[in-house]
């Protein structure tokens, strides 16, 4: 149980273009998705807090108006980079939680984001 | 300032051998995660420990938490080649209403034959 898969796994886009990142809870509703960005050879960083039906909430120094988050169902979550440059090429990382009495969080197998 | 700290960043090991990894926290929490991440992967979850004193093992891994020196400790006995890999440990932040993970900057264990 508690499955989280992201779509697409892999994605290469130009300089200047919009894309979209889905996190999915398979087999549990997840009240609240983390997103995080990981460049090579360093840890995990925490982008944003989502709660369903309400605006996310972003780290200090994430831009809210570039990295757009959705989420929208108790099952899906959406990251849409915008405007994307070479520096936002990371490994983007989803995780989601199903209750504010549970701090476990589940992950999904992350995303390869690749800006030309 | 939050603050996880793992010792050492990089660790080369011979087979056979054993060796420990810290983390050391600077925030009051009493729920720490052992992770581990293969290269292009995301990451596995090897242990949680939830109270002063915990220690759980699975195979040739054993994690405990000492949540008053605010330390924990992954110990590898017997080392093989399948546990390279780089191990992150985190701790729940109880700042808002969702506990949020802090990650340390994780350990990259490399075993040698």
């Known amino acids: 149980g508690a499955v989280v898969s992201q779509h697409p796994s892999r994605v290469i886009c130009k300089s200047g273009t919009s894309v979209k990142i889905e996190c999915r809870s398979l087999d549990f509703q997840a009240t609240t998705m983390f997103w995080y960005r990981q460049f090579p050879k360093q840890s995990l960083m925490l982008m944003a807090t989502?709660?369903?039906?309400?605006?996310?909430?972003?780290e200090q120094g994430v831009e809210k108006d570039k990295f757009l988050i959705n989420h929208a169902s108790l099952t899906l979550s959406t990251l849409t980079v915008t405007s994307a440059h070479p520096e936002d090429s990371s490994f983007y990382i989803c995780?989601?939680?199903?209750?504010?009495?549970?701090?476990?969080?589940?992950f999904g197998p992350g995303t390869r984001l690749t800006v030309t | 300032e939050l603050k996880v700290e793992q010792n050492p960043l990089f660790l080369s090991m011979q087979e056979g051998k054993n060796y420990t990894i810290y983390c050391n926290y600077s925030?009051?929490?009493?729920?720490l995660y052992w992770y581990r991440q293969d290269p292009g992967k995301s990451l596995e979850s090897l242990f949680v420990l939830l109270s002063n004193g915990a220690v759980k093992q699975e195979g040739r891994l054993m994690a405990s938490l000492d949540t008053k020196a605010r330390l924990s400790t992954l110990h590898i006995t017997a080392a093989v080649h399948d546990l390279s890999a780089t191990y992150f440990c985190?701790?729940?932040?109880?700042?808002?209403?969702?506990?949020?993970?802090?990650f340390g900057k994780g350990t990259k264990l490399s075993v040698k034959p």
């Open positions: 985190a701790v729940v932040f109880y700042g808002g209403s969702q506990g949020n993970l802090i």
């Open positions: 925030t009051t929490s009493d729920r």
């Open positions: 995780s989601a939680s199903s209750g504010l009495l549970s701090y476990e969080q589940y």
């Open positions: 989502s709660n369903e039906g309400s605006k996310a909430t972003y």
